[in-house]
């Protein structure tokens, strides 16, 4: 689970990050709107030549236009980034994964193994419960369920030792 050192500090990211791309977006808009302002105290018939007027609107449009653009842009991608990054520390804390260390498609890591004590494993195949046993209990129970059975010579599955074939396949023993 994120702690909330790891969340405020993400947040305090975005929120500084996204600053920046609003500075950046208005300084944009505010060079628009300066050009718009030169235009007309150099040209003398600005307010009264509609061209000139709807030129500079356009120009101010298309910058404020494109300032509001990367200020959401900006945002947005800020959001996403910082969000994604956070995600993936987690997950990598978690999982113990490393982005550094990423293994190649071709190259795949392989499958987690768990050792499991033979005892148990051998107890768990024989239908053997070893639920409040020790281990020298469970491996005496298995040494006599063994000896009461035979393994088929075809197909491997434990039968009676008191039969003469094999309760699966019908093999003889």
């Known amino acids: 689970m ?7 500090g993400t947040a305090l990211n975005i ?7 609003y500075i950046i977006g208005i300084v944009i808009i505010a060079v628009g709107g300066v050009g718009v302002f030169l235009a007309a105290l150099s040209n003398p018939d600005f307010l009264t030549n509609p061209s000139v007027y709807l ?10 236009i ?3 653009a990367i200020i959401y842009l900006g945002g947005m991608a800020t959001l996403l980034k910082y969000s994604a990054e956070l995600v993936a520390d987690e997950v990598e804390e978690v999982r113990g994964y490393s982005r550094s260390a ?6 795949q890591a392989p499958p987690p193994t768990f050792k499991q004590d033979p005892i148990v494993v051998a ?12 281990k020298e209990e469970v491996a005496k129970e298995i040494q006599g369920q063994t000896a009461k059975t035979k393994v ?4 491997g599955v434990r039968s009676t030792a008191t039969g003469v074939y094999c309760d699966n396949c019908g093999e003889r023993l």
């Open 2 to 8: 994120v702690s909330w050192g790891k969340a405020f």
């Open 15 to 21: 929120v500084l990050m996204s600053i920046v791309w």
């Open 55 to 64: 030129r500079s609107l356009a120009v101010h449009l298309v910058a404020v």
């Open 66 to 68: 494109i300032g509001g």
């Open 102 to 107: 990423t293994p190649s498609p071709i190259q």
């Open 123 to 134: 107890a768990k195949s024989l239908g053997i419960s070893t639920a409040g046993k020790t």
């Open 152 to 155: 088929c010579p075809k197909c």
